[in-house]
């Protein structure tokens, strides 16, 4: 179990632009960081690096406390649990368990006697002697994992391991993977682009973007106090609303301001209430079970807005869309940071 | 370091096989095709691009590149035609389809020298299976091979017979290829069968017929064994393609500068050949999917 | 004991007399080992030969056909055996003609094993089937082609022709029968397109290709012609005598043996091969080579070569033997050869032959099968005969 | 598979014995005495084989055809396989311009260095032995692409798995993308042994010695130069054939569907 | 503009086993009808038989008051969108929009004209010159659907139009959809394996599984009323929580019961609430934005409950839910099948 260190580290691929721009992350030994950020933002490379299958440019890689910059993959006491588990199809679960001690130089009877034990604690003891491809989406995920925990590793690296399974199966993964975390102890460092495991999974989320940190902070923070407009975007489903403040407030406001309001700090109802309410024009009602999802047209753009559903046995067509100011986040339109206590001014 | 080196460790012995024998080879080539030699005797002596001179003078050189260029202009189209007919029929999964394609196949991988020894008999003037099934319809015995205008036409035949079967494994590969969805919306759109052969499969197995175009071309420039073995180039010249050409200047009359200067120049024109392919086909054949 | 290796042209009747006269030389001397090995014809080993000189891998001695030993003799690959022929007694047994065979610019390259000229065969049943009931003339061109076609007229539709095309021996022979030469054997001056030679060429691809009384399938492959004459399909054949031993065998009585023909003189070109020993081998291998060719043209040898063959005797006290007078009285016809020798000539034999005669078959093809005109073909075979000639 | 319709299957398989004819004749053939075969009868025979392999050597013929193919087969895949593996996974400086170099292989008709490999075996004292019929044959860049094309479906990510878990790159080699390149090794080898079998204008020029005649060479020799008294001896030429054939044909059947899968793997992509 | 009829339509592969086993549905014209159900079920068959490129062994198909069981596609008036587009790659946008009008044989500039306005209403005309290859996943998505609008069919069938697209274009594209079809008015049968999807846009939904149709519905049927267990699980996110009714209920029930709880009939209380409620231990409390999921272990089973976040600032490790079961379903265990009026016994 160590820590990592990521000190600036800059990145580019042999002939191309840079594609990670000076990163520098502390992550604590022993605990479950989650990276996010769209497609091509640089997360598996920032977890190469950290693997060492990359060498970066520029910057500092520390494992445990030593100086890794230079360090073979081998040497970084790094297991890696890669996107598709990249388990070999060729060799049974236990030789795929083993694999890696054996190339160690464990002697045979010893390195299968830790396999089974592995086996043991991920309850596959019963398939030791299939290959990968009789197992299913989660027991494969399970042998990844039983191939890295074999090595006793301290720090385990978790490219998208679920991306490959179904809705119902990455859920029940979601689960094994924080309660392992919780038995093992280890660090975890975690890549994914889907936002619901981040925010689930996480004990501190990294948003990366085009090759820059742009928050790192609990999920709590994260969701609750988002750093720029592309974080509050990106995190929470339906996506947050972002108005523009001129548009909202009939009093003169500062210009270049824009308000962030999620769907749950709006109330829809039928006829006009008291407080900030906008007008809107109904242009989808999507049934989404016991709430409707209502893609509204305002003055002031489009909204998304969430209503329990027993309140309109109905598709609406015009509803008064009531805003939560004081749930309100305020940005910089231009910059798109979030501009700290200015909420309660409008 | 050795990390480094890893690399070029791998590729070494492959490249050093390549390297001497083929690479090489080409520079000597080059350098024999302008010396004279007979193999016999101890020094070659530089004679400039008279072996170039003289072969591009000869009435056998330019006779057999029109025999080739006419055995290449009539068996790949004829082939690729055949092919893609016969594909489509078979393209199916069923037992009939796969055992016609075994025997399709079959010929591909038998011997070409057992094909041009079989064919020699077929075609033979008193005792082979074409002229006992032209006598079984009441036609006189033709001399197959010892006639200068049919001899092509035999070997272009045997070859396309050999032939054949690749190319409907390569066109059936292509076929699969392509999306039984195109068909489906085709079907629901109303599409006649010969319409949407034209627009769409035609169409769509374009890069499959630019791959077999080449490969055959090439090859067709490159057929030696079954000229070898059935007609030495005759009769009369009418069968003497180029390889076979540069096998007798070579190995038979040991003009070894001729010969070199004749590999080149065969060298040169495959090259010519593909180069100029892929620039006049390779712009409409590409699509991304 | 030494081992020569010693390339030859001879399989079936030839390859066993060869086999037996190597067995009893080797009787004799038990310290060499002749080891030999049937290569193919005259062409494959002349390809043969020359292919193997950059890779060190030629015989010692070698079978070579009188007229192309030369290429090899003028680039020093054959050992010049005129010391040992001078010192061997066997230089005063041979005919003047066949000592005439192994002389290339002044010196003895190659020792005489197998001489021959071509001949006129023909088939007397398939004579008789066509209507002759006495040997027709067989002198001239016009006779040849006039019995040729009474017997395709009449046998065709069993698949019977007149003549065989004549193969580049008899081709050859040909052309001095009227009075013509490829290559005048005292200057080298190439002859190709004199028009005794081409009027020769134009009467012979007439066969094939005006009167069709030759297959074409004996144009494009020499052999089948004869396959086909010894099969009893076509009436004449045009050979080297050397055919006399298989013809004999395949045809029995109905086999008969004429000159060839005399168009405007009577001229025969001396075929056949000799025994060269390679300059590259060592100097006990090229004794021992030389004891061994040197015993295959004693009269013994020559004797039992003679009778299984056909071929000419070339050592005067071969005939005596009784092996050779047997034959003579038992073989109708296989003295036409001997018969012949007194209007029997040397060729020239410059290093070009050995190009022009490779070429040669190509020319002859395009003639006989109607491609080109014999006259054109000629001018162009004649124009390159001298370039390369001049390469050389 | 599905099931066929009874007519067109019959129809199918009578236009494919059509199409074989030629050569399942030739095999019917080599079971006839030649005078059988000449006068149109039926008499069986095994006398012509037993001429083929006793007095034309043909079983030494086949001996060293399956030597020779078998070595190319085994040298070909084991330096292709190497070179595939390191043009599939490393980048490094001419590398690109090296693949290139191998794949233009394709492109260059061999018969450019057929004169000059002639001269360099002769040089090396390798024309008439299995070197010298073996070793120019290695030089074909083909399975090297092809097999470069199949590891780099192979996700890169087991590579990364095993050096992760601290293998070297012969073991990610040997223990990774071998194993798992197994169908495609395969369907090469027999792709390159396919097409060494049948190989022939470079016997012909490299091997002058009957020891070392391969199948091909003996069986166009012995058509060539034709053994038989008058005529062609079809009936023995045909058995020669049929031996020439048989090897092939019932590998063949037993493995047709890896040959056109490897065959049409390396056309498609 | 026409309505489809299946009576009893059976289906089998040739060589295979029966794939639809008597499907009936009756689609009104102008309806929008999702086809829901889990891989393999028979959806893809479903669609192939209505649109002709599949005959049906038995039963009957109706269209616009015809039979149409020995129509040829063509003549059924019906365009399809297929899963992957099926767009021509070797063909350009607008030829691709023509290909059916050419394919029946409409002069080339009328049938142009024809491709232009279709484009012109999807905002395609800007690619009409460009290759498929050269689209982004929309706008290929939006070709497919001009190419079935040129036709003016009057029905559309669509097989999991919207698969292959990420998901943020897949809710835009499902506004277009549905845009498009109250502007053309056709009658829409929609395949799909996605709930959300189904319910969102869905007239009517039919569940199939395995063959079988389960249940034709509006979403608010299927959602409030599902006929049995399986369509109750299969709709609905999270899934609905199946509890046996008599480790439930302190007081003695008819025996081979099961109940049937959506996580938003459950509320969560730190503290033992009044009325029903079960004690249970938190395995796992997920963050999901505003919402906290908890995957919880009681003494009836495992139970998935929803609690908004600012409830709990914590991650709690014991609950209380109150079941609230008025709201619960009740299911005979063993058919699976739903009891009417059953929930209020407890
Ligand atoms: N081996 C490589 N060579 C060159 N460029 C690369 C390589 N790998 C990735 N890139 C580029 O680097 C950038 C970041 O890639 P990376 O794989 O780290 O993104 P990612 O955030 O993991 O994306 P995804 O979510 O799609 O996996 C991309 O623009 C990509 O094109
Ligand atoms: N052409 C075919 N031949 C034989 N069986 C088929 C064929 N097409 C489908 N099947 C089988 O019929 C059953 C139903 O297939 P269908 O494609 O209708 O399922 P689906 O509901 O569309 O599934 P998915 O959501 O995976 O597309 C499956 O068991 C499938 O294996
Ligand atoms: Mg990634
Ligand atoms: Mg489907």
Redesign the pocket.
Known sequence: MSGITLHDIRKA?PG?PE?LHGVSLDIRAGEFVVVV?P???????LLRLIAGLERCDRGEIVIGGRRANDLAPQNRDIAMIFQNYALYPHMTVRQNIAFGLELRGMPKAERNARAEAVARTLQLEAYLDRKPGALSGGQRQRVAMGRAMARNASTFLMD?PLSNLDNALRVAMRTEIKELHRALGATIVY?T?DQTEALSLADRIAVLKDGHLLQFGTPAEIYDTPADMFVAGFLGTPAMNFLPLDRLSPSPVPPGRTIGLRPEAIRVHADEPSGLALPAKVLLSEMNGAELILHCETDAGRVTAIAPRHEFSFHPARVWLGCDMSRAHVFDSRTGLRLEHAAMEV | MLRKLTPYLFVAPLIAFIAVFTYVPIVSSLNLSFREWDFLTPNMPFVGLDNYRELLSKRDFWASLHVTAGFAAISVPLRLALALLIASYLTRETLVSRLLRGALFLPYVTSTVSIAVVFSWVFSTDYGMANAALRFFGVAKVSWLQDPTLALWVLIFVNTWKQLGYDVVIYIAGLQAIPQELYDAAAVDGGRPGHVFRRVTMPLVMPTTYFLLVISVIEAFQVFTIVNVMTRGGPAGATDLLVNQLYRIGFVLFDIGQGSALAVILFVLLVALALIKSRILGKRVHYEA | AVTVKFWHSFNKEGGEALDKIIASFEAANPDVDVEAEFVGNYNDIVAKLQAAIPANRAPDAVILEVTRYGLFADRGVLTDLTPYFDADPLKDDLYGYAREIGVYKGKNYIVPFNSSTPVLYYNKDIFARAGYTAEPPLKTFDDILAVSRTITDKLGADGITGIAAPGQFARWGLVMGNDSELIDSKTNDILLDTPNTIDAYKWMSSLVYEHKVASADGVTEEDNGRDAFLAGKVGIMLNSTGNYGGSKKALGDNLVVKPMPCNKVCSVPIGGAGIGILASSPKDVQDAAYKFISYAASPEANATWFAATGYLPINKKSAALPVAAEALKSQPGIDVAIEQLPFAHGRARPPVVTWMRTTEYKMWEAMALGQRGVEETMKDFAAQTRAEAARQ | MKPDNPILAAAALVAGLLFLSPVLYSIFMSFQTADAYYRGGLDFTLDNYGRAIGQYHFARYLMNSLIVSGCVTVIALTVSTMAAFAFARFRFPGGDLLFAATVATLMIPSHISLIPNYLTLAKAGLLDTYAGLILPAISNGFAAFFLRQYIRGIPRALDEAAYMDGATPLQVLWRVIVPLSRPAIFSMGLYVFLTEWNNYIWPLVAIGKDDLYTLQIGLARLYRVNPGEGLVDWPLVMAASTITIIPVLFGFLLVERHLVRGITMGAVK
Chains 1, 5 share one sequence.
């Open positions: 691929y191309g594609v950020g497609s091509g933002c640089g997360k598996s490379t998208e890549v682009h």
